[in-house]
């Protein structure tokens, strides 16, 4: 059985491209225009993964209570804001509601895919038991790609989709220096300096709430960054 | 003009005040005259009816004569003397310096061309002066030891014959052996019937030889005299030769021919009677002949006080230059019945009389219309400092409100209800105004940029899909450079959100303590892998300096700093990056070569200044150096820009606040 992605986008013309392109990837796709329409369908049926915009038509702000009547739907479905608006607020707003990524549209669809193809691996992942092969160590963090979870010290660190690539990135080769364009190969995503500059901020943040000594990722003033045992 | 020095002049106008009064000084000074100059006249005419038909009172009653008989005394005849009324005693000593200067006063006589002589007679305080000038082309003096007598030893002989008070005809004779003194001697008949010449000494003078004759100064007492007299000159050409006699005595019996027109004893006394400080009573001969005077003319001190020294500082600018004249009133005295002159009364005033009185009014006015003035012209000029204080602060507001990149600084608020409130209020709610269209500017691009995005977002998926069809290989081209389009497009909006995301960063940054030379160190490293076909050179003090900000700022700071120089730089050149301490701050120098900077240098770091783009296509809104002023900026400095000394490339500059 196909997969459901449900997009929620205001703008028609959008909206029936990314369902084109999803329906090429060979996804089931159902579009809705607006917050009503999505909650009316989500309470008959849930979808298995959730694109949704931030602005709704006459709601701003629509997105965001979308993705909190979602998220208690269901705590597990993965969900994607996908925006226009790139301000950092929002993106933090966003993600602190339960989403799995924050991406704005100028967002390639094939990195697009890729990040959907992501989710429903991890979708995967969980539902299977855990699997050592899949799991990269380094000191006290340990990454399951698979389940694309990370903990620290055997504590679990939410980290969105994009936070757990450039981790990812980072923790494989210890040392080295990866700067700004490979950190955004790996995470799937064209982000500027500044994005780059907070993504690690809050990744710095999200680990020192599991522990304060935390100090791991180091900033390369000039290169980019490393991880240090 | 400044606006005090303006208001300053303006208040000086009201030395009008104290010049209008001068004025009116001037002519109330007029007027008082013409009033004192009427008073004087009736005090004038006054004192001459009483003096009317006082013949008695006016001259000596001549020999004999009637002293009624105006006429018989006043028409005189080429004989009579009138001597002058003296102020002083001459000094008898043969000169003519201390005689008055008058030539009418002489009485002339003569013989011939050759020979002649003046009498000038003048009366001082009872006794009578006269002035001999004897023209003699050979003044013969008597031999030296002779008897005044001895005709053989006999020079030149001036006689005086004179009426004694009882009328008696005398006379006296004047002989010199030598320049000197004399004194007159009378001849006597003696004992014997011999002449004998004995001494006068009441009559005493002085004999000086003088160009073209000779002078004699005596002093008559005119206790002595009655009304006749007279002058004989005896002039010999030589020693006790035949004389040549003339004169106004008869030749032959020396008899008097002429009188003394004196005036009476009793005249000055009755003169002093009116007199008054500042006061000057003269009584004179029909002819002009001063008789008698009472001059108090230089008592005026008791007049009123010395005027105070401010008075006579006010005088000089009141008065026209040159003495005050005094004013006279002079007329005539007549006899009883009225039909003839018998002489002039003169009254003289002093002019310090009304003068003191106008200076009290002139001072008073002055001193009060000056105070005005002063009062006047302070109060301007504090009104106009008052006034150049508060346009200078609103004009600092006013140009310290818009700050170089367009911001609007705060302006203060005025309570003031005047005009000069009106405008700084005005000027608040332009600034207001700007301010809102400023802010719409600033943003603009970034609102452009969000509204943009959506359509750009559909034209780029629309191609993505469209790539996934089929699509003829004809037309794959132009696939290709629409979405090259579109990644431009895309590229150019992220550029015009830059400078949002960098305030945003900017707001949401952490400052930490942080060494500044190991980051740029590090950064600059990075550069020399970055852009191989520039030499970086790093210039940094040997120990740390360390600084309180966000060190991902800093770097982004210099990405954007070594961006720019690297754009402006010839291939191969050296780029220069240098940190010094210059307390309190650190200074940050990034040096290229390269063209010289615009002349609007300090507009580089205002947002969307330069627009241009590089050879690679990639957009440049200007927007890097005023990223890196918003940097400065959040780290409590400045960026400028200056073209190097020797003007080969330029300098960017960050000034950079280190911790206390």
Same mark, same amino acid.
């Given at each position: #059985?196909?997969?459901? *992605?449900? *997009? ?30 999505? #909650? ?39 969900? *994607? ?66 389940? #694309? ?46 994005? *780059? ?25 000039? #290169? ?6 | ?11 000086? $106008?009201?030395? !009008? ?10 002519? &109330? ?36 004569? %009637? ?30 310096? %201390?005689?008055?200067? %008058? ?45 005044? $007598? ?111 027109? !004196? ?29 008698? @005077? ?50 002039? $009364? ?33 109060? &301007? ?5 008052? $006034?150049?204080?508060?346009?200078? @602060? ?31 209020? +005005?000027?608040? @709610? ?43 290989? +004809? ?20 550029? &015009? ?89 650190? !200074? ?10 615009? +002349? ?10 330069? +627009? ?49």
């Amino acid at each position: #059985m196909k997969r459901l *992605i449900a *997009i929620v986008e205001d703008e028609a013309a959008i909206r029936d491209n990314y369902a084109a392109a999803f329906a090429r990837e060979g996804y089931a796709v159902r579009t809705y225009a607006n917050r009503t329409q999505a #909650m009316s369908a989500f309470a008959a049926r849930l979808p298995d993964l959730a694109v949704i915009d931030i602005s709704l038509e006459d709601e701003p702000e629509g997105g965001f209570e979308l993705c909190r009547q979602l998220r208690a739907l269901s705590p597990v479905l993965p969900i *994607i804001f996908l925006t226009a608006r790139d301000s950092e607020l929002d993106a933090v707003s966003g993600l602190r509601l339960g989403a799995d990524d924050f991406l704005t549209k100028d967002l390639s669809l094939a990195h697009l895919s890729a990040r959907v193809n992501a989710l429903f691996r991890r979708v995967d992942a969980l539902r299977k038991p855990e699997q050592a092969g899949d799991v990269l160590r380094r000191g006290p963090l340990t990454l399951d790609t698979e389940r #694309m979870q990370a903990q620290w010290d055997g504590k679990v660190v939410l980290l969105s989709l994009t936070e757990f690539w450039i981790v990812h990135a980072l923790a494989r080769h210890p040392g080295h220096v990866r700067n700004r364009q490979q950190l955004m190969d790996a995470a799937n995503v064209v982000l500027d300096d500044n994005t *780059i500059t907070s993504h690690v901020k809050r990744i710095r943040r999200k680990f020192q709430g599991a522990d304060p000594r935390f100090d791991a990722v180091q900033t390369v003033y000039g #290169m980019g960054y490393r991880w240090v045992e | 003009m400044s606006l005090r020095l303006k208001l300053l002049l303006l208040g000086l $106008l009201t030395l !009008v005040l104290p010049w209008a009064g001068c004025r009116y000084a001037r002519e &109330m000074e007029s007027a008082l005259r013409e009033g004192e100059q009427t008073s004087l006249q009736s005090v004038a005419e006054t004192l001459a009816t009483s003096l009317e038909g006082r013949l008695d009172l006016l001259y000596r009653a001549p020999q004999g004569g %009637d002293s009624q008989d105006a006429a018989a005394l006043l028409e005189s005849g080429p004989y009579d003397l009138k001597p002058v009324a003296l102020t002083a005693a001459p000094l008898v000593d043969g000169y003519s310096e %201390d005689w008055p200067r %008058d030539a009418a006063a002489w009485a002339w006589y003569e013989k011939d061309a050759a020979h002649r002589f003046g009498v000038l007679t003048g009366v001082y305080e009872r006794v009578l002066y006269l002035l001999l000038e004897v023209r003699d082309e050979h003044p013969v003096f008597d031999a030296a030891g002779a008897s005044p $007598l001895d005709a053989r030893a006999t020079g030149d002989r001036v006689w005086l014959g004179f009426q004694d008070p009882q009328g008696g005809e005398r006379q006296v004779f004047l002989a010199a052996t030598g320049p000197g003194a004399i004194t007159a001697r009378y001849i006597e008949s003696g004992e014997y019937g011999q002449q004998l010449a004995q001494l006068e000494p009441r009559i005493r003078g002085v004999w000086q030889l003088s160009p073209g004759g000779y002078r004699l100064e005596l002093r008559v007492p005119l206790s002595m005299l009655g009304a006749g007299f007279g002058v004989l000159i005896d002039d010999r050409d030589v020693r006790g030769g035949a004389p040549l006699s003339y004169g106004s005595l008869h030749p032959d019996d020396l008899r008097t021919l002429g009188h003394l027109i !004196v005036a009476a004893p009793e005249l000055t006394g009755y003169l002093a009677q009116f007199s008054q400080p500042g006061l000057k009573l003269a009584v004179a001969t029909p002819g002009g002949q001063v008789l008698a @005077r009472v001059d108090e003319l230089k008592r005026v001190a008791e007049l009123a006080p010395a005027p105070p020294l401010i008075a006579r500082l006010y005088r000089r600018f009141v008065d026209q230059p040159g003495a005050q004249p005094p004013i006279e009133a002079r007329v005539s005295v007549y006899d009883r019945e009225h039909r003839t002159v018998i002489g002039t $009364l003169e009254v003289t005033q002093t002019p310090d009389r009304w003068l003191r009185l106008r200076d009290r009014a002139l001072t008073r006015m002055l001193n009060f219309t000056l105070a005005t003035s002063i009062v006047v012209v302070l109060a &301007m000029f504090a009104f106009a400092v008052w $006034l150049a204080l508060r346009l200078s @602060r609103l004009r600092q507001a006013s140009e310290s409100a818009l700050t170089r990149a367009g911001l609007i600084a705060s302006f203060p608020d005025t309570e003031a209800r005047d005009e000069l409130g009106d405008v700084a209020r +005005s000027f608040s @709610r332009l600034l207001g105004r700007l301010n809102e269209y400023t802010g719409y500017l600033r943003t603009l691009a970034g609102k452009l940029a969000h509204e943009i995005r959506t359509p750009l977002t559909i034209v780029r998926s629309s191609l993505e899909n469209l790539e996934a069809e089929q699509v003829p290989s +004809s037309a794959r081209a132009y696939l290709e450079r629409a979405r090259q389009g579109s990644e431009r497009l895309n590229a150019i909006l992220l550029a &015009m959100g830059a400078a949002t995301r960098v305030e945003e960063a900017i707001g949401g940054a952490e400052r930490s303590r942080f060494d500044l030379v190991p980051l740029i160190e590090s950064a600059v490293a990075a550069y020399r892998g970055a852009f191989t076909e520039r030499r970086f050179a790093a210039e940094l003090p040997p120990g740390p300096v360390m600084m309180d900000g966000a060190p991902d700022l800093i770097v982004q700071m210099l990405d954007k700093l070594i961006d720019n120089a690297v754009d402006f730089s010839p291939v191969g050149s050296s780029i220069t990056v240098r940190l010094r301490l210059a307390a309190p701050e650190a !200074v940050l120098e990034v040096d290229n070569l390269g063209p010289p900077l615009p +002349s609007e240098a300090g507009r580089l770091f205002e947002s969307l200044w330069q +627009s241009r783009g590089d050879g690679n296509g990639r957009p440049h809104f200007g927007l890097g150096l005023y990223i890196v002023r918003l940097i400065a900026e959040f780290h409590g400095g400045s960026a400028s820009a200056s073209n190097l000394p020797d003007g080969s490339g330029a300098r960017f500059s960050i000034r950079l606040a280190l911790p206390a």
